[in-house]
């Protein structure tokens, strides 16, 4: 029964978004669409939470765990499939090429290299503002602390999957 | 506990990919994590069910798993592909001035890589008149389509080009 509580909200939640919200500007952007499924696991985890303390048995835990998990598929299958519609680079290159026509010229390439160019740009400020990157007294950028445990623990993942080749 | 078991299913799945991408050069890390981690999912269900009977602990292991593994893959395949990455790994060497980080980062690599990839996955393929989309390709451009009217997001890196020959000119 949670877990069909669980699937009828999760329902509910993506029926609203493609329904109502799909066009709002608060949910146009990463911040917003991460906030949208944020909120939405908060109240999931707090009302099944509540009820697992109310209901007290052990099965309600594993109940819980199960709603929060599934919560858990839900959300990063949703954000993924958004990102990749918004902006994956290996998609806009085959949609370009799906265009056909220019798809030999050199100016295929140039458009591109600027969508490389731009996507560098947003990037960077990008990880600016989340403070992985700071800018030092001479006006170059260096890494904080944040910046190098990301790439540490970056590196390891690379290492798992024996990526040599990556950005 | 079921939790345990899901934790050391997942542990152990990580391993054999990470053993078997290195022992089978060819294949793709996602394809190879998905097929050994679907097969070490089907063993703990049945492990759970085994030790649990049909209670709601197998579900709940199956469930665990299943998000670990997902994870997994989004975290790697986002960090194998990602500007942001790229950009902190050559910042990670030395602090570089906004300007240098074009010719540290050159864009023309990031392309050559994404059409190595697309290559290897037969998404795309090279012939005497440029670059063109194999069947498959043509599939995920189709599926990408309907995301984007579904999402209402077309790809804002693609959005405002014109279509046609002369389109990237």
């Known amino acids: 029964m949670p877990l069909l509580i669980c699937l009828a909200f999760l329902l509910a939640h993506a029926g609203l978004y493609f329904a109502v919200l799909r066009d709002s500007a608060a949910l146009a952007s990463e911040k917003g669409i991460f906030l949208y499924h944020f909120i939405s696991a908060v109240l999931v985890t707090g009302g099944f939470g509540v009820w697992a303390v109310v209901y007290g048995g052990a099965d309600a835990w594993t109940w819980l765990a199960c709603v929060v998990m599934l919560h858990g598929l839900y959300s990063l299958s949703f954000l993924e499939l958004w990102a990749l519609a918004d902006d994956s680079y290996s998609l806009a290159i085959l949609e370009i090429i799906g265009r056909g026509g220019a798809a030999a010229a050199p100016a295929l390439m140039q458009r591109l290299e600027e969508i490389g160019m731009s996507k560098q740009a947003s990037r960077l400020d990008a990880l600016r503002t989340i403070g992985l990157v700071r800018e030092a007294g001479d006006g170059s950028l260096a890494l904080t602390p944040a910046g190098r445990t990301a790439v540490v623990l970056g590196r390891a993942l690379l290492f798992l999957v024996d990526a040599r080749k990556y950005g | 506990m079921w939790l345990t078991l899901s934790a050391v299913a997942f542990m152990t799945s990580v391993v054999v990919h990470a053993v078997a991408v290195r022992l089978l050069k060819r294949a793709g890390a996602v394809a190879a994590f998905v097929a050994f981690g679907a097969g070490r999912g089907v063993a703990l269900i049945g492990y759970c069910a085994v030790v649990y009977g049909l209670t709601p602990a197998v579900l709940a292991a199956t469930l665990t798993y299943a998000f670990l593994c997902e994870l ?17 790994t050559k910042l990670a060497r030395h602090p570089l001035k906004p300007a240098d980080i074009a010719r540290f980062y050159r864009a023309e690599a990031m392309i050559a890589r994404r059409f190595e990839q697309l290559e290897r996955g037969n998404l795309i393929t090279a012939g005497p008149a440029g670059f ?32 046609g020959g002369d389109d990237a000119s």
């Open chain 2, 72 to 88: 997994y893959i989004f975290l790697f395949t986002l960090v194998g592909n990602s500007v942001s990455f790229g950009l902190l």
């Open chain 2, 132 to 163: 063109g989309l194999t069947a498959r390709g043509e599939g995920i451009v189709r599926v990408f389509s309907l995301l984007h009217a579904m999402f209402r997001r077309p790809n804002q890196w693609v959005s405002g080009m014109s279509c």
